[in-house]
């Protein structure tokens, strides 16, 4: 059983309960946070809440998880677009609304059950079971190229180039609302806007 705990601070006001930890605990759907809701394994305030609850400012949200159940990741016949391949990676777009690795809520349909179909046991195993060959990641809902590792020695050198940027990723996203300018660079780094916690901001 693992445990944790979150103090709502001003910008969360009004923000549902299951919305916010799901936000905030990585690998944990909206979904899971409202089975864990119904199984009494979160609290606020020391008492019992609905997922739907909104929150206010100073409230105190205790979560406990518990030990996850073994679930057996199968390889599954899923059609893959494969931009390259060799020996030791395989280049690959994702479609929007593929996860990309199983996690609780998701364990079949996941970019890595279609890996597995299509490589069989040539995947670094450097993230464990659930995340063969996954180097890095991208959201669910976002569309993209994603580099797979078919071992452990290529895993350890694309991670080396991600981790000293000598890899560029580019990402395209639509826009809407008027810009001052046609063109531009934004240099800084990005956070959680204060305002709103689903929107990023500089």
């Known amino acids: 059983m693992e445990y944790f705990t979150f103090a709502a601070e001003k ?11 799901a936000e905030n ?16 394994h979160i609290q606020l305030n020391g008492g019992s809440v609905k997922s739907n609850y909104k929150l206010r400012e100073k409230d105190v949200i205790d979560v406990e998880v518990p ?4 679930i057996e990741i199968l390889p599954e016949d899923i059609p893959l677009d494969i931009l390259y391949e060799d020996a030791d990676v395989i280049v690959v777009n994702k479609p929007q609304g593929m996860v990309v690795h199983p996690a609780p809520g998701h364990y079949t349909g996941t970019l890595v059950n279609a890996l597995m179909y299509h490589c069989g046991s040539e995947l ?8 063969p060959g996954i180097v890095h990641r991208i959201d669910r809902d976002t569309s993209g190229v994603l580099m797979v590792a078919k071992n452990n020695a290529a895993h350890q050198v694309l991670a080396a180039q991600l981790a000293e940027h000598s890899i560029t990723r580019k990402y395209n996203a639509i826009v809407f609302n008027g810009f001052k ?3 531009g660079t934004v240099d800084q780094p990005i956070g959680r806007n204060p ?5 990023m901001a500089v």
Request: proline share 0%; hydrophobic share 30%.
């Open 11 to 21: 910008e969360d006001v009004g923000t549902r309960l299951d919305v916010f930890l």
């Open 124 to 131: 670094s195993g450097i993230n464990g079971e659930k995340r």
């Open 181 to 183: 300018e046609d063109e």
């Open 67 to 70: 030990e996850a159940k073994e």
């Open 25 to 40: 605990m990585e690998d944990l759907s909206r979904s899971a946070v409202q089975k864990l809701v119904e199984g009494g």
């Open 195 to 199: 305002l709103d916690r689903k929107k």
